[in-house]
């Protein structure tokens, strides 16, 4: 024991260990192997799969459902069933799996059936109860989800068959095996008779009820055309059929687009399959017509003969997305979503182009007999084909995928008037990242306006004045760059991954004031699926934990950037009722920052060399809850102070009078963030620590023993520590140089104010300590004119080398940190002004204790300026070293709490550092944990769940108590204008007219005679809600049963209005389907006299 020892023990009942409940607070996810994605506007929930066998389904901010498939296998294909409430889902061993997401708690596995043969792709058409699975053998099988069984309708592999009828006739066929595999399925997008599928050797439309093939669409590209691959392609000279890669229909469904592996794009009109409407790359057009001239240049000896062939990506996915912007029932402008198709060294990105309104007037009459396309038609689907504009979204990785967020209706292939995208690339270490943005790009909507801008100038001159100011205003306040918007806590990875973690407590003043006007942007699309329910095991006795401290988790980002995470226990508990109203963890979007664009600003890049483009990273982050402030240190030594402000304090720069300072109150942020900076301190050396208070003041420490002391109310250097102050009036480079003797880095910086052995008046001091353990006390005090200044005489003495952060200052009677903040000032202040008229103070004052820990180890002094040590401890190897020590209170004890890189927790009383208990940190990381004064450590050491849980999640419920519905089915349309006959209209068994089948006829169809009776889809206003589902009240502390009857009541009425409105649509499609009857008869003998490719008109050969 060492002598003077004291003998108060502040560590109370934290001496306990049955006081201790190590345990997790809660588990922050983080997807980064994404392999699937898919989306349902009705339910609007979003699905992710993972390769280790995880699926994530997300809803309105806050639901968050983990389902964990059998076999852990990676996740191949999702698709949402919209009308039935399921989720389907493809595994790599090929196993069907299929969820019903709305069963409450425990989402329910409905079935699991293994596919004979690899599946190479899903269709789920939101109007039928069945699943196409395209095999690798060719085949495409129907699933009957409502059976729960494979249905007998198959569609055998249609090119092979093809092929073999070509080969009979006695044509030459070159093909591989890859030609007959079938890669993508797509229904129609207004007859669900009519099936597109794509080989690898083209495209094959189906008439389902006929069993039997309409149209081969098949791209050859004539020996001297260039094609996807250019003029440099070694097989210039011969004639090639590139493979297919993927297609997308237009949304009036006559033509549509087909992707192919050079990286070309074929379109074609529905109605004929004997040569495309066009055919084209991204830069390139006519690529499959030969150029005489072009062609010389590469033939041998000529000019490009030598050039080296440079291969395009394959086409790999294809969207074509239709709008509400037209009266027209054929539609308005159309954006077609292209991924691929690019050279290896183009950036990383998508390509998005914007094509005209097909709208064509009444084709004229042609002399003869009418047979196939007419030309008026064909030239008017060339001309909807043509680019009006084009946009590149980058993306932080290679574009891997892309999903497309419609606005409510999951018609056209999940296409129809997105609101949003998500794009999925790859990431460092094998990792996939997800990216989201606003669709369609604000240019393309734009457009048309920019369009009319072309109408003839009005010969008023004030008239043209003010058409001119009004395009010019439009155009300032329209930007063509999509938002990037933010995406759940789930998806931070890649650029927006976690590179490092605060934890911190706050009080309520400053929680409401971070936490206000958080408001969402209309315009922004945000998932709404899914309610929260507190867990009915704890709702009880959670009710007392709203008085605990609030929580933030600062995270900072591998992108530079900092967010702001609510993780309070608070929004773990219900207001009233059962259900949650706050998602957690909740994202603080309007705190983010993102310092690198300080950097970037013109006025500090250009006059301080600073360059961005090093992307220099985030060395550490300090966050003061009482002055609402931010301090970033940047690892070239850069040190940038944010403030929350309701905007710019002003436009222009304002200059220092020291040269280190910089004042960033003229520099921007962007729109809706609130934290602005206001000061910087210029880099010249790398910052070994920095330190900063709530009451105005600031120190920064070098790695070369420099330091520098700031009063931020100048702002203005108060001192500089080894240097002369004369030396500010010369160059930056010489304001702070290295001591070359010295260089006696400085470890640790605290603020405080207290006492001293010497000096009984509590004063602001810092205490800086370098890595050799001298450590130096200096003491601020104010002037009479109310100048703060530092003291002549600072105080030095020998301790020991300590860690990031881990200095503390203790009151010596009630073991309680003294930091320095606002309240202690303002008593220190008192003080001094009751000296001052003569009063007589507490001469014996209150002294200080001194904590420093190590990394071997820690030391307790019983003054700052006194070298008596009451408590030495040394760390046993066997714990490993320690990263991280805090103080921790917990009903008024007080225990020191470190950290080692074994992951275990280290607890010591105060102030003898007398060694409690030894806990392992249920949470591996590789990096030090974030210990905050509670005891939270993102492991929590009072555990007692302390209120979080995880709450259960009903999927197919929402807060407001919307039910959206599946819209009706999407009709055929005329090519011709709305009410004119065109004479094609009853041409592929309904494709245009009135002859388009029903989904419960399809249905039937596909089930075939034998179908067992389906269970009938419950409607969702008779089905289990959490007001039938919820357990009896057992808490006398819970609201009463009429607040939560008056709730649920107006979510079962909505429900039940719901049930009633998809009856009432069963029962039209049913009289639509009788009274079409006679057209579709008509319309298939029309079809078979007039296929194009009539000899291979065949059936399938089903029984």
């Known amino acids: 024991m060492f002598k003077g020892h004291a003998q108060v023990d502040f560590s109370g009942d934290l001496r306990e260990s049955e006081y201790w409940d190590v345990g997790n607070l809660d588990a922050l996810q983080f997807c980064s192997d994404i392999t699937a994605l898919a989306v349902d506007p009705i339910s609007r929930l979003l699905a992710i799969g993972t390769s280790n066998g995880y699926i994530h389904i997300l809803g309105a901010p806050g639901i968050h459902a983990e389902i964990k498939l059998p076999a852990t296998t990676p996740v191949k294909f999702l698709e949402f069933a919209s009308s039935l409430y399921k989720l389907v889902c493809i595994d790599e061993s090929d196993k069907l799996i299929m969820y019903d997401i709305s069963s409450y708690g425990q989402i329910k596995v409905e079935a699991i059936i293994r596919v004979e043969r690899p599946v190479t792709s899903v269709l789920v058409p939101p109007s039928l109860t069945h699943a196409f699975l395209c095999l690798e053998s060719g085949e495409i099988k129907t699933y009957d989800l409502l059976c729960r069984r494979f249905s007998a309708y198959t569609v055998p592999n249609a090119w092979d068959s093809y092929e073999n009828t070509l080969q009979a006739d006695g044509m030459i066929v070159e093909s591989d095996g890859g030609s007959r595999i079938p890669s993508q399925i797509l229904s129609h997008p207004r007859n669900l008779n009519l099936v597109f599928i794509a080989y690898g050797g083209g495209v094959i439309l189906v008439d389902l009820k006929e069993r039997n093939t309409l149209r081969i669409y098949e791209l050859l590209i004539p020996a001297g055309a260039p094609g ?133 007037h009444t084709a004229p009459l042609l002399p003869g007999e009418q047979r196939g396309l007419h030309p008026h038609y064909r030239q008017a689907m060339r001309a909807a084909v043509e680019v009006r504009d084009a946009y590149f979204y980058a993306t932080s990785g290679l574009a891997q995928d892309f999903l497309l967020v419609p606005r409510e209706s999951p018609h056209y292939a999940g296409t129809w008037d997105p609101v949003a995208v998500l794009y999925l690339s790859e990431g460092p270490h094998s990792s996939r990242t997800v990216e989201a943005f606003t669709f369609p790009p604000p240019s393309f909507l734009s457009s048309d306006h920019d369009a009319l801008s072309t109408k003839p100038t009005p010969p008023d001159s004030g008239e043209r004045i003010d058409d001119d100011l009004a395009n010019t205003l439009r155009d300032l306040e329209v930007s063509g760059h999509p938002a990037k918007l933010p995406t759940e806590v789930l998806l931070w990875n890649g650029p927006a991954g976690v590179v490092s973690a605060l934890l911190t407590s706050t009080d309520l003043f400053a929680h409401e004031s971070l936490s206000a006007t958080q408001e969402s942007d209309p315009a922004v699309f945000k998932f709404e699926g899914g309610v929260a329910i507190a867990d009915q095991d704890v709702v009880g006795h959670i009710r007392l934990s709203k008085f605990d401290p609030h929580r933030l988790l600062i995270t900072t980002h591998a992108d530079q950037t900092i967010r702001f995470l609510d993780i309070s226990v608070q929004l773990l508990i219900p207001p009233a009722g059962e259900l949650l109203v706050s998602p957690f963890p909740t994202a603080l979007w309007s705190l983010s920052i993102d310092p690198l664009s300080v950097l970037a600003h013109p006025s500090i890049c250009d006059r301080y060399n600073i360059n961005p483009r090093q992307l220099p990273s985030i060395q550490d982050v300090q966050f003061h809850a009482e002055a609402l402030e931010v301090s970033v240190v940047i690892s070239t030594g850069a040190v940038i102070l944010y403030r929350l402000s309701a905007g710019r304090l002003t436009s222009e720069e304002r200059a220092l009078d020291d040269l280190e300072l910089v004042s960033l109150e003229h520099v921007p942020v962007s729109t809706g963030l609130r934290f602005y900076p206001f000061l910087m301190v210029l880099p010249v050396e790398p910052v070994s620590s920095f330190a900063h208070t709530s009451i105005g003041f600031a120190a920064v420490g070098y790695t070369s023993g420099n330091l520098l002391m700031i009063d931020l109310r100048g702002p203005r250097v108060l001192h500089r520590e080894g240097l002369d102050n004369k030396s500010r009036r010369h160059s930056l480079g010489s304001v702070l140089h290295k001591r070359a003797a010295s260089g006696d880095t400085v470890a640790s910086l605290t603020w405080t104010i207290c006492s001293l052995h010497s000096d009984s008046d509590p004063k602001v001091r810092l205490i800086a300590i370098h890595t050799s353990g001298r450590g130096t006390v200096f003491t601020i005090i104010r002037t009479s004119d109310g100048i703060w200044t530092i003291a002549p005489a600072s105080r030095s003495s020998e301790m020991i080398s300590p860690l990031h952060n881990g200095t503390f200052v203790l009151d010596p009677r009630l073991g309680s940190q003294l930091k320095a903040d606002k309240n202690r000032l303002a008593l220190a202040l008192e003080r001094e002004r009751m000296e001052i008229e003569g009063k007589p103070g507490d001469g014996d004052g209150p002294r200080s204790l001194l904590v420093v820990a190590g990394s071997k180890g820690a030391r307790c002094y019983s003054d700052l300026d006194g070298d008596r040590r009451i408590g030495k401890v040394e760390w046993s190897s066997r714990s490993g070293t320690a990263t991280t020590a805090q103080v921790v209170e917990r009903s008024a004890s007080f225990v020191l709490v470190v950290a080692t890189d074994k992951h275990q927790a280290l607890i010591y009383s105060l102030p003898s550092l007398e060694h409690l208990h030894t806990f392992a940190l249920p949470t591996v990381s590789p990096s030090p944990p974030s210990i905050d004064t509670s005891g939270a450590v993102l492991d929590s050491c009072f555990s007692a769940k302390q209120g979080y849980h995880d709450p259960t999640v009903s999927l197919t419920e929402r807060k407001d108590g919307v039910c959206l519905k599946v819209p009706p089915q999407p009709q055929p349309v005329d090519l011709g204008p709305a009410g004119i006959f065109t004479g094609a209209g009853a041409l592929f068994g309904g494709l245009m007219g009135t002859g388009a089948s029903t989904g419960a006829q399809i249905d039937a169809l596909l089930a075939g005679p034998n179908r067992p009776v389906p269970e009938k889809p419950v409607p969702r206003a008779e089905r289990e809600r959490y007001v039938e589902w919820k357990t009896p009240d057992r808490s006398t502390s819970r609201p009463s049963v009429g607040t939560q009857n008056s709730l649920y009541a107006r979510l079962q009425n909505a429900l039940e209005e719901r049930g009633e409105a998809l009856s009432g649509l069963e029962e039209n499609f049913s009289s639509l389907g009788q009274a079409s009857e006679g057209m579709l008869d008509q319309a298939k003998r029309l079809a078979t006299e007039q296929s194009a490719k009539g000899w291979f008109g065949r059936k399938f050969g089903l029984g």
């Open 228 to 360: 996807g691959a250019g003029y440099t392609d070694p097989d210039l000279l011969k004639h090639r059929r590139p493979a297919v890669t993927a297609m997308a229909i237009h949304p009036s469904g006559h033509f549509f687009v087909i992707g192919h592996v050079d990286g070309s794009l074929a379109f074609w009109a529905v109605e004929d399959d004997d040569k495309p409407l066009f055919v084209r790359t991204l830069d390139e057009v006519e690529v499959n017509i030969v150029d005489g001239n072009a062609l010389d240049r590469y033939l041998p000896g000529g000019e490009g003969s030598s050039a080296p062939h440079i291969p395009r990506e394959p086409i790999f996915k294809l969207a074509w997305s239709g709008y509400p912007n037209s009266t027209d029932p054929r539609g308005g402008e159309t954006s077609l979503v292209i991924l691929g198709g690019q050279y290896a060294q183009d950036p990383a990105g998508v390509n998005v182009l914007w094509l005209p309104a097909f709208n064509p």
